[in-house]
Structures are given as structure tokens and as C-alpha cells.
């Protein structure tokens, strides 16, 4: 079963390459996303497993085909002339020569693949989310090309990077095997930036370079972690995953590697300062981004350092993790208020809340490794769905800019509805995002300096999610608005992640206890949340003597209450026409209450305009950038420092 | 903790306080009208005159210049009234700070629904508020965190010692706050309660009749809200830290008629200086003398 979910996307992808025709290549797309899901729930409830392949020499094809890709990068930088390109694949290629040639030829391990509930987690997440988007990205792909008036369809090339995309992720997160994990890190990043640099505009290439070379700077790190690791402590078992994270080795050696391979996930979730290619990926067609950004690379990058959490434990490395992403958490919120396009606001939201993962788990106690699996899985969730509705809504104004959002409830309601819901899962109670961010404000007084980053950004998260719902709900008192129409590929996808939010939202109780915590248990020992009676989720401290109660959560009464507060409101209160009355503008109204007109000067009719507000003076990323930039660095910088520090 | 008996007794507090917080609401309101009125050297109206314009605007016609106008009013109304019982219940004061939050989400997102000027400067400028307030009241839960080693408000209850001696600092960064949520001179930025306003009446300026009584109503939860978490200061005697309450009270009626209104960008600056470093340094104290507990 593992086989089919690497190498299914594999051989789907192919096919759908070879297909030309629309309805057939649709047909192939939507059989191996059922056929992943099946898959990964069938996976899950079988439970955890170890496994290694056979038969062929796996070790030398992938060695090969690691040679494959970083060639590829070279060609890639010597055809564009983007020399960071050429020199981050050089500085992946001549190590992994030396390792391949002089150290250890093809290494391989047994197990090589070791999933335990962590992974499973993780495959969910890819199976279900990701497949959900490929499912939406046949009818947006298809609308997108109409769109462009595309003489030749490049939709079955888009197609396969998609669905390969899947299978690279899922061998990412069972690999026990890091020269193979490394590999499967490859290819996420090449398909990366296939997909970036799809629609072929100068922009769409030079944003997929710069994508490349960050990247190629944490695939460096990682080969040096690998190379170290072999070096010190001589013999191929030390490339294993479970024996690097089960304290066998001396945590002075291990700290420096750790802190590489920290450096490398913090590259691909984006993390300040390598936040720009994240941001430069917008320029792909939206399904890139819904997949890049919910359930595929960046949360490879947070699984690699939750996943290596057990190995810096207890070290300043943890608190130095905590505090750089925490700061990263708080310094892409602020970025985030000044956006004007949609897109780029979900953008910094998703490396504010990657952030917000990578500090729990450089927390690293029960309760904030909880916090970052329950976030990594709703964050998955909403996200995806809010990229989905920004594709969605793209498709009906063809534009990404909130001010040309302005009164999309009256335009298009159903759109609206789920996309309002989207918005307010991401910031408010009960939804899972804010019972992550509770439960993980809850643990961060372990790391005071975390914690006040986390109230900062908290903050500065419900400033730029309110200022966008905001625009969407402005509308003339006029009644009667039309529902759209959704075609099948778009409105599937976004009612299941709709359903979702609520499913797992309500559920996360069951759902922790009999499945996330185990996953928290590959991370760290020890439990601290309890679920009690009503469907109560109860934090108790870290003293395992006494058990002290921290805070409460009572998921069920919320969900009512929610219901009483938003739902009946806006199913039971009618208004009649009668009832409607135009705006007040100090009585030089010109008209009914349909217009948006007022007599100016000499009584001229005049329209008038309501904006938002951006903060482009305080908060505008020229302002923000250089400064949170240079933080950054310094962070990143006594973060390996502290793997440094050990040695000496 | 989870017994009948309890849950009956728990069940009569809540009902309790639905019913007595907006008395006790109304009448702070009235209070605080009789109050300024004589600051400013007039008699003033009734102290239960709150009420009397209550249940007249109940009586008005049914207007509104847009359907998604209730659902926020509503969701300003239940929310705030959920966080009240919260804090009755003696429950987690973190998430009390995010539900109350919803609450003020509610409110901006009412300003935002409507295509009126004046609605939306005054949803901005509430959005601005929040922007202030709501960091102090999340280091204030971690404040109490640090003191107690719990975010239960029962918690405090059970300690000697009031928070007032340990989280001074963090008590004037609350009454900061206070004045902001009272919609008070300098703060009364989005709405006012006095008619010198140059955006009409801000963020409400679209509500009228029935749906803007239940903006009073949810303002009386409010203020009963507020002073409760004022209260906990000094929660054991309880009555001590509702006499510093009511003082604080009293002290923002004086604030708000010497007090000139200032702009937001000025309120933001402010808070987002002095009111986080106080609530920063008192953390920084707490987590250096006692470390983690």
C-alpha cells in the first residue's frame, strides 16, 4: 500500500502526460485521487509499519536519479544565466560526488521507509487535500487556458507535476532513510518549480528560479548534514532518521546536523528571510498555490523539523527555534496588513502560521507539539480551501485585488458564504486554528520571548483577516442577489474542505485521542490534553505528579453557540423591501437605495468610493523588510550557531 | 467538577447573570449620564434613563441597509454575553480574550457590511481599537499564567495573595484598555457616547431601532464584563476588587470629561509602546523570580 502511494501518482502522472483528451485525462485524475484517499485512510487504519523494498538495486536508481535532478538544475541555470541557480547546484552536486565516489556508494538501509502515526498524519493530509486540488485544478486549468486563448494546451504537463508532486510528498514523509528522504526533497522542490514556472512569462520564470536556488541552499545544507553525520559517526546507520531522533548518538555531535537540517526545512516552509519565493509563486495558477501552500512543500519543510524535534530537545537550539519561528510568525502578520492582493495576504498568512508551527516545536513539550500537529492539519484545511475560493473568485472577476473584491456578496453569495467561513476558521473560536493557536499560546511560556511574539501576531491576524472579509460584505441596501452557478470540478472540492473544517473542528476530541496522539508520542513523551466529559478539551501542566489544570476548551458549546450567534441570524431574519433604507450621507442621498451616488459641489452627482485601509507607511514591506529581514539572519544565524557552539 | 449539583448551581449563575448583567449594565450607564452631566454642570437625565430609551428603540420600525447587518449584531451580542459567562463560570481566561475578540470582529464586520462612509471609518477605526487592546489582554492571561501556573479564572480565586500585588503593572495596561472598551475621551474613536462626533455615530451609524437596542444591550454585557476582569485583581475578598472596579470606573467618567479624543494612530502608538512594555516587563519579572512553574 505504500507502494501505490509513491509510485501511483508516479504512474497516473505518466498517463496523464501521454492523454490528449480532456474528458479522459479528467476520468485518470479523479480515479488516482479516490484511489490515493482510499489509500491513505486504509494506510492509517492499519497503523504503523516499516518497510524495504527489494529485488531492484532502489539505492543505486535513486542515486542516479538524485544526478538526474541536480544536473537538471544546472541546465535550468545555464539556459536562464541565473547564476545562484548554477552554484547551489554545484554545491549539491561536488558533495554528493564526494559522498557517492569517496565515502559510500548508494547507501542504503534497512528499514528504509519507517511510517509511524506522524507520517500517517501527514499522508493524510496529502492525499485527501492534495488530490481535492487536483480535482479542482481540472476545471480551473481548463478556464484558465480558455482564459489566455492558448493555441496549445499544456494541461496534461501541468497535470503530471501535480499529481507527482503527491507521490514525492508521501515519500518524503515515510523515508527513515535520510539520503532517500533528500531524494524525495528533490523532486518536491523540481516540481515546485515546474509548476511555478508553468504559464512560461518572463515573471513566472525568473519567481520559479529564485524559488530553485533558495531551495537549492536547503538541499545543500542537507547534504552536509548527511556527509557530517557519516563522517562523525562512521557507518551508514547513522543516516537513519529514527536513530538520529532516538537520542543513541551523542547529542553533541548530532546538534550541528540537527541544526543543518532545520536550516533546510526552514528554506522550504519559507520562513523568513527566504519568505520571497514563496510570495513569488503567486504568479503560478492558483491550484500551485492551494497545493504549495496547504498540504504539499511547505508543510514538508515543518514536518522535517517537528519530525527532528526528539534530537534538539532540551538544547538552546529548541529556544532558539521557537523564538525565529515565533518572530517569523509575528513579522509576516505585520507584512500581511499592508497587502493589497488577496493572494499574497494568504501567502503571508501561511508563513505566519508555519511559523507559529516551527516555534512549537522548537517548545517541544507535549502540549505545543500537539499544537503544531492540530495546526499543521487545519491550517492544511483552510488554507486550501481559501486558496480554492481566491481561484474561484479570480475566475468570476478575473482579478486578485481585494478593492476589485469589493461587494462580492451581492455577486456571487455562495462564493462569499464559503469564503467567509474560510476566513473566520482561520482566526476565530471554536475553529481548529484558534484552538491550535489557544492551545499553543497555552504552552509558550516555556519561551516568554515566543510567547509575546505570538500575542503580537495574534494581533496583527485578526487585523488583516477582518479588513478582507470586510470588503467582500460591502453591499448597496439592495435585496435579491442571484446565486451563481459553480461548475462540479470547483464547488466538490470546496464543499468537502468546507464540511471538513466543521468535521474535523467538532470531532478534534475523538480525533486527538485516538490517532493524534499517537503522532504526538513520535515527537515527544508524556500527554498533557484530555478530553473529559462534554467534549471538553482540558490542558493539564508538564509535572506529571500533579495534575494541574492550565486551561479548558469546551468544543461542542462553542459550535452552538456559533450556530446561535451567525447561523440562525442569517437564515431566520428576513428583510422586506419595505424595510430598506439607503445609507446615511447627512441627507444628499441622490436616488433610491440602490445607488451609491450623493450631490457633491454645484450638486453634481457623484459617486463615492470606500477603500481599505493598508498601512502602507508603517507596515508596507519596503518599511518592514529590510529590518525584519536582517533579524532574521541574525536568528538563523545563532540558531546554527548553537549547533556550532556544542562542538567546540 | 463535573457533578448534578454543580451543574445546577453553575446553570442558575448563568441564568443569573443573563438577567442581572444588563440591569446592572444599564444602570452603570445611567450612572455614568447623571455623572458627566454634572460634570459639565447640567442636571442630567434619570439614572434608568438607559432603559426608558431601551425599550423605545425596541418599539421603533424594523430599517436596515442590509441583511448581513443582523448576523453581526448578533454575533457582537451572543458573543459578548457568552464571554461574561465565561467569566462566571470561572473558566479559561485566554480563550474568554478570543471569544470577547469574536465579539469585536462582530461588530467591525457589521461597520464593513454596509456601503456608508461613516459605518466604515468607524469599523476601521474599531478595527484599530482592537489592534490596541487586544495584545494586553493576551499578556494579561499569560500574566496571570505566570503568577498562578493556570489560565483558570478559578484558579485565582483559590490564591491569597491578590494579582493586584504582582501584576500592578499589568493593572494599569487593563485600565488603559478599559477606557479604550468604554469608548471613552481620548479613545472614543469609533463610536461615541456624546454627540461631538465628526463621523456621525461611527461603526453603529447604520443601526437604528430594535437592532440598535441590541448594541446597548450587548454594550451592557460589556461594561459588566470589563469590570468583572478588573475585579479579579483583587478576587479574594471578592468584594475589594469589585469596590477597585467600580472606583476605575469612576475614574474613566473623570478621564473622559478632562480628556480631549486623540486619533487612532496616536491610540495604537501608545498601546503598542507603553502598554505592551508594561505588560512585557512584568512578565520578564515574574518568569526571572519564579521561572516556569
Known amino acids: ?648 | 467538577m463535573w457533578g448534578d449539583r454543580h451543574m445546577l448551581e453553575q446553570f442558575i449563575l448563568v441564568i443569573a447573570t443573563l438577567v442581572g448583567a444588563p440591569l446592572a449594565g444599564g444602570l452603570l450607564f445611567g450612572i455614568d449620564r447623571k455623572i458627566t452631566a454634572r460634570l459639565q454642570g447640567r442636571y442630567g437625565p434619570p439614572v434608568i434613563q438607559p432603559f426608558y430609551d431601551f425599550f423605545k428603540l425596541l418599539g421603533k420600525e424594523h430599517i436596515a441597509v442590509s441583511r448581513l447587518q443582523f448576523i453581526w449584531i448578533y454575533g457582537y451580542l451572543v458573543f459578548m454575553v457568552v464571554s461574561l459567562i465565561f467569566l462566571v463560570l470561572k473558566s479559561d481566561i485566554l480563550l474568554l480574550v478570543f471569544l470577547l475578540g469574536f465579539a469585536g470582529v462582530s461588530l467591525v464586520l457589521g461597520g464593513f457590511s454596509t456601503k456608508s462612509p461613516y459605518a466604515h471609518f468607524g469599523a476601521n477605526r474599531e478595527l484599530l481599537q482592537i489592534m490596541a487592546y487586544e495584545p494586553v489582554l493576551l499578556l494579561f492571561a499569560i500574566g496571570i499564567y505566570a503568577q498562578n501556573g493556570s489560565f483558570l479564572i478559578s484558579e485565582i480565586f483559590k490564591q491569597d495573595k491578590p494579582l493586584l500585588f504582582s501584576l500592578w503593572p499589568l493593572f494599569l495596561a487593563v485600565l488603559y484598555v478599559l477606557t479604550i472598551k468604554m469608548r471613552k475621551s481620548p479613545f472614543d474613536i469609533a463610536t461615541s457616547h456624546h454627540g461631538h462626533q465628526e463621523i456621525v455615530k461611527g461603526v453603529t451609524t447604520e443601526y437604528s431601532g430594535p437592532y440598535f437596542a441590541l448594541f446597548h444591550l450587548a454594550e451592557w454585557y460589556e461594561i459588566v464584563l470589563l469590570l468583572g476582569i478588573i475585579s479579579l485583581f483583587w478576587a479574594n475578598p471578592l468584594w475589594v476588587g469589585i469596590l477597585i472596579a467600580l472606583v476605575a470606573f469612576l475614574l474613566e467618567l473623570l478621564v473622559d470629561n478632562i480628556a480631549a479624543r486623540m486619533t487612532a494612530r496616536w491610540m495604537v502608538r501608545l498601546s503598542w509602546s507603553i502598554g505592551l512594555l508594561l505588560g512585557v516587563i512584568n512578565i520578564a519579572y515574574i518568569y526571572l523570580t519564579k521561572g516556569v512553574s
Not at chain 1, 528560479?209 to 533558495?214: C, I, S
Open chain 1, 1 to 648: 500500500m505504500m507502494a501505490i502511494a509513491i509510485l501511483l501518482p508516479v504512474a497516473a502522472g505518466l498517463l496523464i502526460l501521454a492523454i490528449r483528451n480532456y474528458y479522459a485525462r479528467n476520468v485518470v485524475v479523479v480515479a488516482t485521487s479516490i484511489a490515493l484517499i482510499v489509500n491513505s485512510v486504509l494506510l492509517s487504519i492499519n497503523g504503523p509499519f516499516t518497510y524495504t523494498p527489494d529485488g531492484v538495486n532502489w539505492g543505486l536508481f535513486i542515486t542516479i536519479l538524485d544526478y538526474a535532478i541536480l544536473l537538471f538544475y544546472l541546465y535550468i541555470g545555464f539556459t536562464l544565466r541565473n547564476w545562484l541557480v548554477v552554484i547551489f547546484a554545484f554545491t549539491q552536486l561536488i558533495p554528493l560526488a564526494y559522498f557517492e565516489f569517496i565515502m559510500k556508494a548508494h547507501l542504503e538501509l534497512s528499514p528504509a521507509f519507517v511510517v509511524d502515526h506522524l507520517s500517517l498524519v501527514m499522508t493524510l493530509i496529502i492525499s485527501i487535500i492534495g488530490s481535492l486540488i487536483c480535482i479542482f485544478a481540472l476545471r480551473y486549468m481548463y478556464d484558465h487556458e480558455h482564459h489566455a486563448h492558448l493555441t496549445k494546451s499544456r494541461q496534461s504537463r501541468f497535470l503530471f507535476w501535480l499529481v507527482l508532486f503527491l507521490g514525492a510528498m508521501n515519500g518524503l514523509v515515510f523515508a527513515n532513510n535520510l539520503f532517500w528522504l533528500y531524494f524525495f526533497w528533490e523532486v518536491t522542490t523540481l516540481c515546485c518549480y515546474q509548476l511555478i514556472s508553468h504559464d512560461r512569462t518572463q515573471e513566472a520564470i525568473n519567481n520559479a528560479a529564485r524559488a530553485l536556488w533558495m531551495n537549492a541552499t536547503g538541499g545543500t545544507a542537507f547534504i552536509f548534514a548527511i556527509i557530517y553525520l557519516y563522517a562523525t559517526q562512521g557507518g551508514s546507520s547513522a543516516l537513519s532518521v529514527q536513530t538520529l531522533i532516538g537520542g543513541g548518538m551523542q547529542a553533541s555531535v548530532v546538534l550541528l546536523p540537527v541544526a543543518l537540517l532545520c536550516y533546510t526545512g526552514f528554506t522550504k516552509a519559507a520562513q523568513m528571510p527566504f519568505q520571497s519565493w514563496l510570495l513569488g509563486a503567486m504568479v503560478a495558477p492558483t491550484p500551485v498555490s492551494a497545493l504549495l501552500h496547504s498540504s504539499t512543500m511547505v508543510k514538508a519543510g515543518v514536518y522535517l523539523v517537528l519530525r527532528l524535534a526528539p534530537a534538539f530537545a532540551g538544547t538552546y537550539l529548541s529556544i532558539a527555534i521557537a523564538v525565529t519561528g515565533a518572530f517569523t510568525f509575528f513579522a509576516t502578520s505585520a507584512l500581511a496588513v499592508s497587502q493589497t492582493t488577496g493572494k499574497r495576504v494568504l501567502a503571508y498568512s501561511t508563513i505566519a502560521n508555519l511559523g507559529l508551527i516551527i516555534a512549537c516545536a522548537g517548545i517541544n513539550t507535549p502540549l505545543s507539539v500537539a499544537a503544531a500537529i492540530l495546526l499543521i492539519i487545519f491550517h492544511a484545511i483552510s488554507k486550501g480551501l481559501l486558496f480554492l475560493c481566491a481561484g474561484t473568485i479570480e475566475h468570476q472577476i478575473w482579478s486578485r485585488e481585494i478593492e476589485d473584491m469589493e461587494g462580492l456578496a451581492a455577486k456571487a453569495p455562495l462564493t462569499t458564504l464559503i469564503t467567509a467561513v474560510g476566513i473566520l476558521s482561520m482566526f476565530l473560536p471554536p475553529f481548529g486554528m484558534l484552538l491550535g493557536k489557544w492551545i499553543a499560546l497555552e504552552a509558550a511560556y516555556m519561551v516568554p520571548l515566543a510567547a509575546i511574539f505570538f500575542v503580537l501576531a495574534s494581533t496583527l491576524t485578526i487585523v488583516f483577516w477582518t479588513k478582507w472579509l470586510g470588503r467582500l460584505l460591502q453591499v448597496l441596501p439592495k435585496l435579491g442577489w442571484p446565486m451563481e452557478k459553480l461548475s462540479l470540478s470547483y464547488s466538490a472540492p470546496l464543499w468537502t474542505l468546507l464540511v471538513g473544517i466543521f468535521a474535523v473542528g467538532i470531532g478534534v476530541g475523538p480525533i486527538y485521542q485516538n490517532f493524534l496522539l499517537d503522532a504526538t508520542h513520535n515527537v515527544v513523551s508524556g500527554n498533557q490534553i484530555f478530553v473529559i466529559g462534554w467534549n471538553n478539551l482540558v490542558l493539564t501542566s508538564a509535572s506529571f505528579i500533579q495534575r494541574d489544570i492550565l486551561g479548558i476548551f469546551p468544543i461542542w458549546p462553542l459550535y452552538l453557540i456559533l450556530v446561535v450567534a451567525l447561523l440562525l441570524p442569517l437564515l431566520l431574519i428576513g428583510l422586506k423591501p419595505t424595510e430598506l433604507r439607503p445609507v446615511y450621507l447627512c441627507g444628499e442621498q441622490v436616488g433610491g437605495t440602490d445607488t451609491d451616488e450623493w450631490s457633491a459641489e454645484a450638486d453634481q452627482k457623484t459617486k463615492f468610493l470606500l477603500g481599505g485601509y493598508y498601512f502602507q507607511s508603517s507596515l508596507g514591506e519596503k518599511k518592514v523588510n529590510p529590518w525584519a529581514n536582517t533579524i532574521a539572519i541574525v536568528l538563523l544565524v545563532i540558531m546554527i550557531g548553537c549547533g556550532v557552539i556544542v562542538i567546540c
